[in-house]
């Protein structure tokens, strides 16, 4: 069953207002534990305040695996209250324990408190192929996930672990309403998919409007691609400005005619291919914002400077994603968003691309624009709760591990409390500590280290103390 309504905004509110039976345990506690933080701190440094702090208000996690109890998810019944979205931010992309938790985090929410959605850091277009499998389509689960998931994110076993589960959750006829799955990113391994996908409907619905279409961008089509860290493949690079132009005018006009013909082409077809098809021309003209931030000319030795304006174009778009994901869920949907943490803080991050990186760039301190958790912040205020995804010891690399987070970082502080997983409520955290914790800090985990206030950018911590291989080591 699918659910369609028009989007409510609600009225901004503080960002950081306790929900429900979170502010209710900090009005009974807060005095005599922030009475107790502040007369520490006086004697004791604030790592070691923290620590105190922590080791009493955190939330411990028996397991992550596919046969971990929803029971240890309890807690966040309290710390998420109404919310009607939650975004989770792994800590590295590639880590088994961020996928697991993701998972058991997604049935918690499903069958504990009325979540109706997913939606993943993964191509949008791609991820209607999926959306189609949970909702019964295809039996071919491989190709399912070969194709539907992008960044590679397709080798991970935990993303077939998901879909099987949202499938059977689906076909269980004691469950009223079906939960469906998305992406949220522009198609990021074959942008022009989504011009084509929307070309393709109107082939079928408005053939003579599609034929004028086709004559205007299908020689620009395969043009459509840009390598950020290598030379090749960069056509679109390469395109003049007029012809830049030309392409951008057609996408207009495309998004155009679903516009006003909008009642004669879902006569045609139904509101579902309809609503899917525009979306995909929407995400055309996303992909096109995205490109025309890259000078015509550019080469990756001109620098990332000079393509800063596609990291900004790029979140906005998953950002305004992510609420036509939530429009379609209707009045009662609540939607789990899964991406990279930089992408869910809602505080202005900064990257640190060191020495002899990767990806062959030049050493440098890079700010990044407002990303996507800045802009659902502003959407949806207290209707929004955020999950950062720490950790200590990253060894999802195989044969490749990276030390050990150091011993004075705030992920090294938190290993010491020696338990593996667990969750951390800060907007708990007494006035003093709730201060240390908006102080910028580098934290642990990816190549090009990111910099953010924690307790600005997330209200909740899941700490993984160790991240293992989320695929089999060959």
């Known amino acids: 069953m699918r659910i369609t309504s028009r989007l409510i905004q609600p009225a901004r509110q503080p960002a950081r207002q306790l929900p429900g039976m979170a502010l209710v345990a900090l009005l009974l506690a807060g005095f005599a ?5 502040q007369a520490a701190s006086k004697d004791e440094p604030m790592d070691q305040v923290f620590l105190a702090w922590a080791r009493q208000n955190l939330q411990p996690i028996t397991s992550v ?13 309290g710390m998420i209250g109404g919310a009607q979205v939650v975004s989770f931010g792994e800590g590295l992309h590639g880590g088994a324990e961020p996928l697991e938790f993701r998972n058991l985090l997604f049935r918690f929410l499903v069958e504990k408190m009325g979540f109706t959605a997913m939606g993943i850091e ?19 689960l491989a190709s399912t996930v070969a194709q539907g998931f992008t960044f590679g994110f397709n080798r991970y076993p935990q993303e077939a672990t998901l879909v099987e589960w949202m499938r059977g959750y689906n076909s269980d006829a004691e469950h009223a309403r079906d939960i469906q799955f998305y992406g949220f990113d522009v198609p990021p391994d074959d942008p022009k998919i989504a011009l084509e996908g929307a070309l393709k409907y109107l082939d079928g619905v408005d053939p003579a409007a599609a034929t004028e279409l086709h004559s205007r961008v299908d ?6 691609n840009l390598n950020r860290f290598k030379d090749e493949p960069n056509q679109y690079a390469q395109l003049t400005q007029a012809q830049r132009d030309q392409l951008t005018a057609a996408i207009v006009d495309l998004i155009t005619l679903f516009k006003i ?10 509101i579902l291919d309809y609503d899917f098809a525009f979306q995909s021309a929407v995400v055309a003209l996303q992909v096109d914002e995205y490109l025309r931030q890259v000078p015509v000319g550019w080469t990756p030795q001109a620098g990332m400077e000079a393509i800063k304006g596609t990291i900004t174009v790029s979140d906005r778009s998953k950002a305004d994603n992510a609420y036509w994901m939530k429009e379609q869920q209707g009045p009662g949907g609540k939607l789990l968003l899964f991406a990279h943490r930089d992408h869910i803080a809602t505080a202005l991050t900064s990257i640190r691309i060191p020495e002899g990186n990767p990806f062959g760039l030049p050493p440098a301190v890079m700010p990044l624009p407002p990303m996507m958790g800045t802009f659902l912040q502003s959407r949806y205020g207290t209707n929004l709760v955020t999950i950062g995804n720490l950790l200590a010891e990253d060894n999802s690399k195989c044969q490749q591990n990276r030390a050990p987070a150091p011993g004075s970082s705030l992920e090294g502080l938190l290993a010491t409390l020696d338990t593996p997983f667990f969750l951390l409520d800060l907007r708990t955290a007494p006035p003093d500590l709730a201060d240390w914790l908006q102080q910028p800090r580098e934290l642990y985990g990816i190549d090009l280290p990111d910099t953010l ?19 089999q080591c060959r």
């Not at 695996?65 to 019944?77: C, I, K, Q, V, Y």
């Not at 993964?122 to 071919?140: K, P, Q, R, T, W």
């Not at 020689?219 to 459509?224: G, V």
């Not at 206030?453 to 695929?471: C, E």
């Open 261 to 270: 013909h909008q009642a004669s082409y879902t006569a045609a077809t139904s």
């Open 33 to 37: 534990c922030g009475s107790l933080a």
């Open 122 to 140: 993964s191509g949008i277009i791609e991820g209607f192929g999926v959306n189609e499998y949970v909702l019964g389509g295809s039996d071919d």
């Open 219 to 224: 020689a620009m089509l395969p043009m459509l």
């Open 453 to 471: 206030s924690v307790g600005q950018a997330f209200d909740i911590i899941f700490f993984s103390r160790r991240v293992m291989p989320a695929a």
């Open 65 to 77: 695996g596919p046969d971990a109890s929803l029971s240890d998810l309890e807690p966040l019944r």
